[in-house]
């Protein structure tokens, strides 16, 4: 079984619909992360949290809010979507700062969103 | 913010070929890694380096940690099909808690 999962693998949806993205890991990792990732353009961190209670914006955090549910699950929500944040989206974790490969993060298989 | 350079962009060679890449930063890191993103997939964990001088090797894939704290390498040896993908670098910077990644390299091989 996949150590992080994310749902829906696939969602197209309509100029200004809400949408939410949801990450579920069986690491036991305290931290987790939301990128995005277009063409060209690598990864850009949108979210992450080290723990149930801590939230922390990213460098494109605009247009984007996060939930920790829980220390498995990371839910990212597009409050109103517009066709620019047509993209990839990746949920990653990371062991929390006790182990000594804490900035290791590993990577669910991604959203693939369309916004039209 | 903080800026990773990759190069190259695309990389486009023989089956058998041995293969390099680099990341380049103006910040001292303090942890390099490497990623490998294949298509319709989450990047994969390669390589983790957390030593200046640091050599390590993965099977075909070897990676450096620069003396200068500035910059890594991977190479590739012996190229095989299903190397085929996007390698991404990523560092951690001096005092940050996240990771910087680069643009990533697009390998494309010929059979």
């Known amino acids: 079984d996949a150590d992080v999962t994310q749902t829906p693998r696939n969602r197209i949806t309509k100029t200004g619909k809400r949408i939410m993205l949801e990450c579920s890991q069986t690491?036991?990792?305290?931290?987790m992360y939301w990128y995005r990732q277009d063409p060209g353009l690598g990864l850009r961190l949108i979210y992450y949290s080290f723990d149930v209670k801590d939230i922390n914006k990213g460098e494109i955090s605009d247009g984007y809010s996060v939930s920790r549910q829980a220390q498995a699950k990371f839910s990212l929500s597009l409050e109103s979507a517009i066709p620019n944040q047509t993209a990839l989206y990746f949920c990653?974790?990371?062991?929390?700062?006790?182990?000594?490969?804490?900035?290791?993060?590993?990577f669910g298989p991604g959203t693939r969103l369309t916004v039209l | 913010g903080q800026q990773l350079n990759q190069s190259p962009q695309s990389m486009f060679i023989q089956e058998g070929e041995d293969v390099s890449m680099n990341c380049t930063s103006s910040s001292i890191f303090n942890t390099w890694l490497w990623y490998k993103q294949d298509p319709g997939e989450g990047p994969v964990l390669l390589i983790a380096?957390?030593?200046?001088?640091e050599l390590t090797s993965n099977g075909r894939l070897t990676a450096q940690f620069g003396i200068t704290r500035k910059d890594s390498f991977l190479n590739i040896s012996a190229s095989i099909p299903s190397d085929v993908g996007i390698y991404f670098c990523?560092?951690?910077?001096?005092?940050?808690?996240?990771?910087?990644f680069g643009q990533g390299t697009r390998l494309t091989i010929n059979p």
């Open positions: 990653a974790t990371s062991p929390g700062t006790m182990h000594s490969s804490y900035n290791e993060q590993f």
């Open positions: 690491k036991g990792h305290d931290r």
């Open positions: 990523a560092g951690q910077f001096r005092g940050a808690q996240k990771l910087v």
């Open positions: 380096l957390y030593k200046a001088g």
